[in-house]
């Protein structure tokens, strides 16, 4: 089994758009879209959902007001200004670190475990999907991450399936980093632009610290043939290869609008580009 995730330094890049494509080209595999906190692989592929699941993760504390003295300390020990008028928690500031509940002399704090989102196992035209969403405004979307990638992986495992491909987050953060532990390989898209550029690096160097392979493919290269060169040479002088270039082309903008993988109604050299960068994964780019 073959792990390959798509991830960028920024968003915009066309990284969902590549993942939705190695879908429709690959065999044998199970998706799983790693961007929690903005999901959109699903509007591509268009998932039944079959498991739904919720995900708890961080506590808010709550007061017992049968309990409640209303002795003042939580109000007095909290930074972070949780405890309102009335001895009541604002669960949006309340940031769970417990210490209310601590010096409460009546113990009539608890800390409550968060529903912070929820994780869905789906059938797709082109196989099974694990997916999530966070909730507004929730944190740890990096243990969200984790939780849908091993769900991924025990399902190819069981499944025997051949690959694992894997829609990753924007960035260089906590769930980047969550979606990188363990791949067999990190394809990084990027676009011919000074930031795209410079973010690319970014997290060309994350991988680089957790020893993942990685290849670069550059969307929409002939925007700025002349900054395609330079992310080239970089590429090169690194020693990382530059698995495809796909042109700009309104075919691929056009599939965004249907939501329809791009190498289902793409013609011609975008398609091909795709299909291109796709067969170099799979032998090992």
Not at 60 to 79: H, P, Q
């Amino acid at each position: 089994m073959k792990q390959v995730l798509v991830i960028s330094g920024k968003g915009g890049t066309g990284k969902t758009i590549l993942t939705a494509s190695f879908a429709a080209l690959a065999k044998n595999k199970v998706m799983v879209d790693c961007d929690v906190d903005a999901a959109d692989l699903h509007l591509v592929l268009h998932p039944d959902i079959r498991e739904r699941f919720e995900f708890r993760s961080g506590k808010t504390a709550k007061i017992d007001a049968g309990l409640c003295s209303k002795c003042g300390k939580c109000a007095e020990v909290c930074r972070f200004e949780s405890v309102k008028d009335g001895f009541e928690i604002d669960a949006v500031a309340c940031e769970g670190c417990g210490f209310c509940a601590k010096v409460c002399p009546a113990g009539a704090i608890t800390m409550e475990e968060n529903i912070s989102g929820e994780w869905y196992v789906s059938d797709t035209e082109y196989g099974p999907l694990v997916h999530a969403k966070l909730g507004i405004a929730e944190e740890n979307s990096g243990k969200l991450v984790a939780k849908v990638r091993q769900a991924a992986k025990e399902m190819a495992e069981k499944e025997k399936r051949d690959y694992v491909i894997i829609d990753g987050p924007p960035g260089i953060g906590c769930p980047v980093i969550a979606s990188m532990s363990g791949v067999d390989v990190a394809v990084v898209v990027t676009e011919p632009t000074v930031s795209g550029q410079h973010d690319m690096e970014r997290v060309l160097e994350v991988a680089d610290h957790f020893k993942i392979k990685s290849c670069v493919v550059i969307n929409k290269w002939d925007i700025n043939p002349e900054h395609t060169a330079a992310i080239e040479r970089f590429c090169g002088a690194k020693g990382i290869n530059v698995a495809g270039k796909i042109p700009f082309s309104k075919q691929i903008c056009e599939s965004v609008v249907k939501g329809v993988p791009a190498v289902k109604i793409c013609a011609g050299e975008p398609a091909d580009a795709i299909t291109k960068v796709w067969d170099g994964v799979k032998n090992g780019a």
